[in-house]
């Protein structure tokens, strides 16, 4: 498609439990047929929009969008975020032992944007350029805004994020989530708080999933370590902080 042309967007059908155990190729098959009464949405864009497709899970809003960045694109994002970003391997208290938690981050967002989770109090490092652009990319595409990123570097396969919801006070209520990953392909799950039924989606390379609504209030999510070996995968999540007591955006 060309630059700034009118183009008909496609409504995704919903998925079902069989995304699990599916290759992108034939999830896109299944999952991005049109049903009989698709709905065409004229829209301005100033690239070709990422295909999404609609993760079918109660109390929850996420999309996935499976090649939001081709894989040279994602590729060149991935060496610059590996070489550039200022990498740190934060330590937590757990029963009263210092622990490294098992992964490295950082932490980029506008000034003031200050994020605490597990204990661990971020201060906001300027945007880059390259961060800059992928963020603007992001809102462009899902229409959302975002005032900071929280980039994790899982090493390996024994590399992982624990059980938690991106629920803290600073993200308000049902907080609009985008979370690209770019590198190895990992598994991440969801599972609901109440009825405790899991979904299990596989972020390969390029792909962005967007959580939104109430995803936060009713599911939690991890990336489990991994039984066979894996290279290094990098993670952005693109978040809006509110911070000094209003809506930093006002
Ligand atoms: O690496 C991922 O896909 C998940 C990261 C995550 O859960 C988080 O940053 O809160």
Redesign the pocket.
Known sequence: MSMMTEIFHRTPVQCDSKCDSMSDHDHRLFCLQLPSSFQVVPRKVTHNMPISTTINMPDATVTLYPHFYSSDEATSIYTQLLNETQWLQQEIFLFGKRILIPRETAWYGDKGACYIYSGISLEPKPWTLTLMRIKERIESDVQSTFNSV?L?H?RNEKDS?GW?S?DEPELGNNPTIA?L?LGAA?K?QFQHKVDKRRVNIH?THGSL?LMGGATQQFWK???PKSASATGS?I?L?FRWIIHNNRIARE
Do not use: A, G, K, Q
């Open positions: 929280l994790n899982y994020v938690h991106d979370s990953s990992r991440f972020l999933l999510h991890c990336l995968r993670n999540t």
